[in-house]
């Protein structure tokens, strides 16, 4: 079974602090992703990887960055905290790039963690 | 306008009833479809998943693809207060750069009443 892992399943922070979370993946999957989900708003993108060392921009990295020194782990880096943050931050990761024969491109989720910002 | 337009409910039903969940979408290019369920404070999982047009069935759901109207649809038969949850459908397009990523519904909350 693939194992999304986050560090944290609830954590409480002060704004103008600097939050890490943590994911870490078992399957060797290229592709992680982090999304923040909001009550109305659905899951909103906020960075991607494919690869190590590689980042992408999703629809909302602003106060955000993220960090992938190795395959299997994904950071979410919030360097200065804002009570807008205050949200459920899932992580996912999924296999390689689909093809036109192996087009399956579902990502698997870890329990998420839910972040309070005072 | 969004790209894929789901329901959000909540939605209630009693045990035992058929539960249609539904999501249109507007981009032509999607071509692999998922439905994720998820618990109360969890992540979501993975329930279904299809590709291109047609039907799937797994138990007592069936997931079913209409691309011609675009148009997606996750059948619940015989429900069961452990189906309840937030349902959301998820899709992708086939073209190399944006394959990764997946455009999800919002979700629609789900509660079967026992």
């Known amino acids: 079974d693939v194992k999304v892992t986050q560090s944290s399943r609830y954590l409480v922070k002060r704004t103008g602090e600097k939050v890490f979370l943590e994911c870490v993946q078992d399957?060797?999957?290229?592709?992680m992703f982090w999304y923040r989900q909001d009550p109305g708003l659905g899951l909103r993108l906020i960075y991607f990887?494919?690869?190590?060392?590689?980042?992408e921009k999703g629809d909302i990295p602003e106060g955000y960055s993220v960090s992938r020194e190795k395959k299997e782990r994904f950071s979410l880096i919030l360097e200065s905290a804002s009570t807008n943050q205050t949200s459920m931050y899932l992580c996912?990761?999924?296999?390689?790039?689909?093809?036109?024969?192996?087009?399956?491109?579902?990502?698997?989720f870890g329990p998420g963690t839910r972040l309070t910002v005072l | 306008q969004k790209e894929v337009e789901q329901d959000p409910g909540p939605l209630s039903v009693p045990e035992g009833a058929i539960v249609s969940l539904n999501c249109t979408y507007s981009?032509?290019?999607?071509?692999?479809f998922m439905w994720y369920r998820q618990y109360s404070r969890k992540g979501p999982e993975l329930l279904m998943y299809?590709?291109?047009?047609g039907n799937k069935e797994d138990g007592r759901f069936t997931a079913q693809v209409d691309k011609s109207s675009k148009y997606i649809s996750l059948f619940i038969r015989d429900s069961q207060p452990s189906d309840s949850a937030t349902y959301l459908c998820?899709?992708?397009?086939?073209?190399?750069?944006?394959?990764?990523?997946?455009?999800f519904g919002s979700g629609t909350q789900l509660t079967v009443l026992p």
């Open positions: 996912a990761s999924s296999f390689g790039t689909p093809s036109f024969t192996s087009p399956r491109s579902e990502q698997f």
């Open positions: 981009n032509s290019a999607f071509q692999y």
């Open positions: 990887s494919y690869d190590v060392k590689m980042k």
């Open positions: 399957m060797d999957h290229e592709n």
């Open positions: 299809t590709y291109s047009s």
């Open positions: 998820a899709m992708s397009a086939r073209s190399s750069g944006s394959a990764r990523q997946l455009t």
